[in-house]
T-cell receptor
């Protein structure tokens, strides 16, 4: 176990809906990153939060947004869901140089 | 932009065979390199990492990797695989900022 927990573990949404995924980081870790892992691919960087500020963003549209809270937990929000958003969403927390990953949220958009 | 290429998507080996998984990256600056493993039903775990110094790094469970700067490579090796090594292996590079750029992964199946 890494100490990084994500909820929910599985989720089914309809195209056009909005979804919020949650991540509780490992104790003391002030940096949280989110990744999207489509089937058969490696994780792709969505964005990173450091002390409640976005600190880097990958090639994802603005309908992917996030938050980090004072306790360093984080949310990933996706608006106007599309079928291609179906994927495993991974959260990783870090303090210095090593990222610890949660088990992910499997999102299916129908 | 950084990119990572893993040479094989599927590898099947018998127990006790030697393993080498290829990884090449594209980035002109200083990089940090990682190998992660994902066992069935489990989260991504760090196998080993290279930041600087000795280019041959040793990780957990008998894995090692060699950084060859001139070849932009960071291949993963294990002298003798076990059935429990069946998993998906990801090579990743960190260059600009703190984001990790992952390869597409290699699925290793070890036959007992």
């Amino acid at each position: 176990e890494t100490g990084v927990t994500q909820s929910p573990t599985h989720l089914i949404k309809t195209r056009g809906q909005q979804v919020t995924l949650r991540c509780s980081s490992q104790s003391g870790h002030n940096t949280v990153s989110w990744y999207q892992q489509a089937l058969g691919q490696g994780p792709q960087f969505i964005f990173q939060y450091y002390r409640e500020e976005e600190n880097g963003r990958g090639n994802f549209p603005p309908r992917f947004s996030g938050l980090q809270f004072p306790n360093y937990s984080s949310e990933l929000n996706v608006n106007a869901l599309e079928l291609d958003d179906s994927a495993l969403y991974l959260c990783a927390s870090s303090l210095v140089d090593e990222a610890f990953f949660g088990q992910g949220t499997r999102l299916t958009v129908v | 932009a950084q990119s990572v290429s893993q040479h094989n998507h599927h590898v099947i080996l018998s127990e006790a065979a030697s393993l080498e998984l290829g990884c090449n990256y594209s980035y002109g600056g200083t990089v940090n390199l990682f190998w992660y493993v994902q066992y069935p039903g489990q989260h991504l775990q760090l196998l080993l990492k290279y930041f600087s110094g000795d280019p041959l790094v040793k990780g957990i469970k008998g894995f090692e990797a060699e950084f060859i700067k001139s070849k932009f490579s960071f291949n993963l090796r294990k002298p003798s695989v076990q059935w429990s090594d069946t998993a998906e292996y990801f090579c990743a590079v960190r260059g600009d900022g703190n984001k990790l750029v992952f390869g597409a992964g290699t699925i290793l199946r070890v036959k007992s």
